[in-house]
Nanobody
Framework: QVQLVESGGGLVQPGGSLRISCDASGRTFAMAWFRQALGKEREFVAAVSRIDLATYYRGSVKGRFTISRNNAKNALYLQMNSLTPEDTAVYYC??????????????????WGQGTQVTVSS
């Protein structure tokens, strides 16, 4: 396992943009972002593989969000554009220290960050 620390959350107006980051304490393979809105279950947002930097998104964020990573810095990013109030949630970084690929199921990740709050409101 590695330690994951998210940053960059905050308050943004509808239609605005925000970039959140996740710093890992060591090498990671599969990485992803999940989110959990108040009173709702955690849901997958986007994933990126280590080897070929392939990406996968949930339908509602495709075309608005971009996941990326910097393997040299052990960092993960999520650029969020055209934000709506429905994007309001705590965003969690997840990583696997053993397996590479694109995984929507949280069970594939053995490290989780503490979360960063993203609030979209006017």
């Amino acid at each position: 396992q590695v330690q994951l620390v998210e940053s960059g959350g905050g308050l943004v107006q509808p239609g605005g943009s925000l970039r959140i980051s996740c710093d890992a304490s060591g090498r990671t393979f599969a990485m992803a972002w999940f989110r959990q809105a108040l009173g709702k279950e955690r849901e997958f947002v986007a994933a990126v593989s280590r080897i070929d930097l392939a990406t996968y998104y949930r339908g509602s964020v495709k075309g608005r969000f971009t996941i990326s990573r910097n393997n040299a810095k052990n960092a993960l990013y999520l650029q969020m554009n055209s934000l709506t109030p429905e994007d309001t949630a705590v965003y969690y970084c997840a990583a696997s220290s053993t397996t590479d690929g694109l995984f929507m199921n949280g069970e594939h990740y053995n490290s989780w960050g503490q979360g960063t709050q993203v609030t979209v409101s006017s």
